[in-house]
Structures are given as C-alpha cells and as structure tokens.
C-alpha cells in the first residue's frame, strides 16, 4: 500500500508539475507576443482567428501571416491612407474565448472593418465556452459538461487531447484533384458525434453574437471560411451567414482549385506557408477592393 501511494503521489506531483510548466510557457509567449501597442491609423482593420490568423506555418508568423501580407497589399493601393491590419496572436482559442475579448479589441483598436475566420479549435476546446447555454435542464449531463469545462481549463489536458490528434493533423494528406471530396479528416465524417455537433452549435451563437456586437459598433464585418474545409463548420458559417444576410468569403475553394495546392500550405498540411497566406490575403484583398469597403 506504502508503495501504490508513492506511485500515486509521484504521478500527481508530475502532472501538477507539467501543469505548471505548461502555465509558464504559456505567460511567456504572452509576453514575448504582446498585441500591437500603436493603434494610431487612418483606416483600421482587425482580423480575429486563432493560428492560421497568426501565422503558424511560418518562419515569421507576425511578419507572414495573412493580416501584415493584406497590410502591405492595401498600403500598395492607398499609399495616402495610413491603413493598419491588426491581429489577434492567440492560437488554440475557441469562439467562446474570442467573443469574450471582442468588446475589448473593439475599444482598444476602434475598427472600421472585422475579419471573422473563427472556430476551427470549438470541437476540442470548450475552455470558457458557452456550452452551458445549451444544456440546462438534464442534472446528469450538466455535471457531466461542467466537469469536462473544468478539465478544459487544464493545460495538460489541452495538451493530451492534441496528442491525441497528432497523428491525423500531421499525417492525413490532401486530396485536391477529388473535386468531390477533400480526403482528410477535417472533411467533418469524422467527427460528427453528440459532442462535436455542440462544439459547432456553440460556434453558431458565439459568431452571430460577434456579428451583433459589430453591427451595435458600426463595424462592417466579413465572415471567411478556412483554407481547408470542416464540412460541419461550414454548415455553420452558411447558416450564420445566411441569418445575419452577409456574405461568406469563400478561401476554400481559391486554395482547392489552383494547381499543386499542397504547396500553398505547411508540413501540418492545415495551416498555410508563406505563400498560402499571400493567397489568403490575395482573396480577402481584392473582395475589399470589389465591394468598395475602404473609402
């Protein structure tokens, strides 16, 4: 018994330690990656997503990434107007966690123009989510969902479940001459259970609450769909998209049909390179041009 204690004990003071360390990388990449300070423009766009927003993919995420490329791209093109593209440099986050830091964004930048290209991380994130919002009446099931909210908040936890991802995130490869389906388990067949369907039902409410808190703001908002396509997140952005009557920039289909477009994205062969997210502004570039949103 003496000894099946040590072992527990060992184990707890571990994971309390991988914890902890896990907690520690995490405050200094918020220091070593602060939100840009300078928020004086004459045209402010921000651009809200997680880490294909900031840039993972890269040799320089905060100098590659889509936002600084679409920066340099409108600069090009108003060399009168001082137009700043801020980002967000969290990776991970899910809508719940974004929705949440928006007001502020919105307060310390004063947006004309908002970049939505979120909710990719809902179906293995639920930190700070709003899952409760949708489960209020089954004792059973709310304790089940508060305790999977509390495990969320554990770094090591995050971390395991990634792991436990791995293997297909950086292995499956991209089918693009299948004009029918993109082989790869982000084509959402995969993960289509109970909880998975809450994750996105939770990335619906949270993306229109963002595209009120704009509209309350007058900011015009512009709703994009990833470079790769999750079949369910899709249906959510449809859907939202449809109810707030805005359109969805469709960046899928740009990365789909153009010729070897597995050399538009990284090794994880989800995020983009260089080049993908030159693509990716590319897009978002010339519908801003088309629909007049900068005057």
Not at 145 to 156: A, E, H, M, S, V
Not at 256 to 277: E, T
Request: charged share 25%; hydrophobic share 40%.
């Amino acid at each position: 018994m003496k000894k099946i204690f040590l072992i527990l004990l060992g184990l707890v003071i571990s994971l309390v330690l991988i914890e902890l360390t896990l907690r520690i990388l995490g405050f200094g990449y918020k220091i070593r990656y602060k939100l840009p300070e300078e928020t004086t423009s004459d045209y402010s766009i921000f651009c809200i997503g997680e880490s294909s927003t900031w840039g993972i993919g890269t040799d320089n995420p905060t100098r590659d990434n889509y936002p600084k490329q679409l920066e340099a791209m409108l600069g090009e093109q108003f060399p009168d107007k001082k137009i700043r593209c801020y980002f967000d440099v969290t990776i991970g986050q899910n809508t719940s966690e974004i929705l949440f830091k928006l007001p502020g964004y919105i307060k310390k930048y004063h947006p004309n123009i908002i970049i939505l290209m979120v909710g990719a991380n809902n179906f293995w994130n639920l930190d700070r989510g709003n899952i409760l919002v949708f489960n209020k009446n089954e004792t059973v099931s709310q304790t089940a969902l508060k305790t999977l909210f509390f495990l969320n908040k554990l770094r090591i936890w995050k971390l395991a479940r990634f792991i436990r991802l791995s293997p297909n995130l950086y292995k499956e490869k991209w089918d693009y001459s299948d004009k029918n389906r993109v082989k790869s388990f982000w084509d959402g067949k995969s993960y289509q259970g109970k909880l998975d369907r809450i994750a996105y039902t939770i990335a619906e409410h949270d993306i229109s609450e963002m595209i009120k808190i704009c509209r309350e703001n007058q900011i015009s908002v512009i709703l994009c769909s990833y470079p790769i396509k999750d079949e369910l997140l899709h249906e959510v952005h449809m859907k939202v998209a449809q109810k707030h009557n805005i359109s969805l920039l469709d960046n899928h289909t740009i990365f789909k049909n153009i010729p070897d477009a597995c050399s538009y994205l990284s090794k994880d062969m989800w995020h983009p390179n260089k080049k993908g997210y030159a693509l990716l502004a590319k897009n978002i570039y010339l519908y801003l041009i088309k629909n007049e949103l900068i005057k």
